[in-house]
């Protein structure tokens, strides 16, 4: 996983460095974080309980204009849903939650744009890679999770998205966002068991960053 997310990162800022403005002098690195709140959601989706995760990640801001810049971001997401609350019927043999817990590296590239001073919008793709899936029995404890062998998954390991989000950036380099993700294309491998399945990711996030 460490080798996918440096050599991501290093292909997505050496390709926007190289195509900066030159006359472009502000660009700043930075670091982020924050809540996820993440679901799944689609036609052949019932009702399905949230999972709360977290993102954690770099980006590099390249200003375009005044008010215009460029944000290419390499993040680690946890995202999934809950497949059920507190197991009544017992079914999984247990009373705490069950998460399906899928996490990516992704990579947003973000167009962002200031409104008035500090106060920003923002809209671009993201492209995700799957570097994990499990199923937690005991979320937020050690014991509880069975990893999903990549031969058995019927999860696609690639995952496309738009991102819309707002924020505020304070002189300091302090900023508070945020973003709401939904999936572009189905999660599911096409003619799994299930058959084929209408089912995209949907993640709120919340978080601070700080610009170098």
């Given at each position: 996983m460490k080798n996918l997310f440096f050599a991501t990162l290093v292909t997505v800022f050496g390709f926007t460095a190289a195509n900066?403005?030159?006359d472009d002098t502000t660009t700043q690195f930075g670091v982020k974080g924050g809540v996820n709140i993440a679901?799944?959601?689609g036609d052949?989706?019932?009702d399905l309980d949230a999972r709360t995760s977290f993102n954690l990640g770099?980006?590099?801001e390249i200003p375009m204009s005044e008010r215009f810049s460029f944000q290419p971001e390499v993040l680690y997401s946890g995202q999934g849903f809950t497949l059920v609350t507190r197991d009544q019927d017992n079914v999984f043999d247990t009373d705490e939650n069950v998460e399906y817990q899928l996490n990516y590296i992704q990579v947003p590239l973000m167009a962002k744009v200031y409104l008035v001073k500090g106060l920003f919008a923002e809209a671009g793709p993201q492209f995700g890679?799957?570097?994990?899936?499990e199923v937690?029995?005991?979320p937020g404890a050690e014991g509880g999770d069975t990893v999903i062998d990549s031969d058995d998954s019927?999860?696609?390991?690639?995952?496309t998205s738009v991102a819309l989000g707002a924020g505020y950036k304070f002189d300091n380099g302090l900023s508070l966002s945020a973003r709401f993700t939904h999936g572009l294309t189905n999660i599911y491998?096409?003619?799994t068991i299930m058959g084929d399945v209408d089912a995209k990711n949907a993640v709120w996030q919340f978080g601070v960053g700080f610009s170098f």
């Amino acid at each position: 996983m460490k080798n996918l997310f440096f050599a991501t990162l290093v292909t997505v800022f050496g390709f926007t460095a190289a195509n900066a403005q030159s006359d472009d002098t502000t660009t700043q690195f930075g670091v982020k974080g924050g809540v996820n709140i993440a679901n799944i959601t689609g036609d052949d989706i019932g009702d399905l309980d949230a999972r709360t995760s977290f993102n954690l990640g770099l980006f590099m801001e390249i200003p375009m204009s005044e008010r215009f810049s460029f944000q290419p971001e390499v993040l680690y997401s946890g995202q999934g849903f809950t497949l059920v609350t507190r197991d009544q019927d017992n079914v999984f043999d247990t009373d705490e939650n069950v998460e399906y817990q899928l996490n990516y590296i992704q990579v947003p590239l973000m167009a962002k744009v200031y409104l008035v001073k500090g106060l920003f919008a923002e809209a671009g793709p993201q492209f995700g890679f799957k570097v994990s899936e499990e199923v937690d029995f005991k979320p937020g404890a050690e014991g509880g999770d069975t990893v999903i062998d990549s031969d058995d998954s019927q999860i696609k390991n690639f995952d496309t998205s738009v991102a819309l989000g707002a924020g505020y950036k304070f002189d300091n380099g302090l900023s508070l966002s945020a973003r709401f993700t939904h999936g572009l294309t189905n999660i599911y491998k096409d003619n799994t068991i299930m058959g084929d399945v209408d089912a995209k990711n949907a993640v709120w996030q919340f978080g601070v960053g700080f610009s170098f």
